[in-house]
């Protein structure tokens, strides 16, 4: 590790991991306050700090040098990107936004079978199975209001489901809990929600039912991954 960066880590790690989660806590509770008034100011400070902290928890919980550490730390900050993105209005910071986001799914997918995810299911794919299942009937259901983000939209989620399926063969691998899987599903309705206003499908309360589902995904990935990994004491 380089020198600025083992600076950077050595000052993170002077705080507590769990102190990290509960300034998580506060900036999403000021996030879904921002997103139920509409105080749009607030959220270029507290939407991408979500993901900076659960980082921040995740530097300080593990041993340094896990490679699964690495990939899925670089996807929280490819996710804050993301999250900044789609602060800004229009189609092209929407693609912006959706295109790192996939950045993002593919450095979780690298860290989760990198952590025995594809092991273990163990010729049990049902839970693929049906992830694709759904995938492929809400495209062909959608593909005709999404009009030019059909493609991009598709291949975005098909990352996304696959992202959620090896979630929970995460949660299955080493007894480790589920609950990277029940991340993975919330990931998918976040962003099934989003994808439905996208459609032109006006939910109420969808803004907030986006960013606490988000939030509640990251949170719960970030969990379960840290279970996987070595922790500083066993370093």
């Not at 105080?39 to 300080?60: E, G, M, N, Q």
């Not at 010729?123 to 759904?134: D, E, G, I, S, T």
Request: hydrophobic residues 60%; positive net charge.
């Amino acid at each position: 590790m380089s020198p600025p960066l083992l600076l950077l880590r050595s000052q993170i790690a002077r705080v507590p991991s769990r102190a990290w989660l509960w300034a998580f806590a506060v900036a999403l509770a000021v996030e879904l306050t921002a997103v139920a008034f509409g105080l749009d100011a607030v959220r270029w400070a507290t939407k991408p700090a979500l993901t900076l902290l659960l980082l921040s928890h995740l530097i300080v919980s593990v041993a340094p040098g896990q490679a699964p550490a690495r990939l899925f730390g670089l996807g929280l900050l490819v996710a804050c990107a993301a999250d900044l993105a789609l602060l800004a209005d229009g189609t092209a910071a929407f693609l912006t936004g959706m295109g790192l986001f996939a950045v993002m799914q593919v450095l979780y997918i690298a860290a989760f079978v990198k952590l025995g995810a594809l092991q273990a299911f163990r010729n049990r794919y049902a839970v693929p199975a049906c992830y694709l299942a759904f995938w492929a009937g809400l495209i062909v259901a959608l593909w005709t209001r999404l009009g030019a983000l059909a493609a991009p939209v598709a291949v975005y989620s098909l990352l996304l489901v696959s992202m959620a399926a090896l979630a929970f063969g995460l949660g299955r691998a080493r007894e480790a809990g589920h609950l990277a899987g029940v991340g993975g599903a919330l990931f998918v309705v976040s962003d099934l929600v989003l994808g439905l206003g996208v459609a032109g499908f006006d939910l109420p309360g969808a803004g907030l039912a986006v960013m606490s589902t988000y939030a509640a995904a990251q949170l719960l990935l970030t969990v379960g991954v840290r279970r996987h990994l070595r922790s500083p004491a066993a370093h």
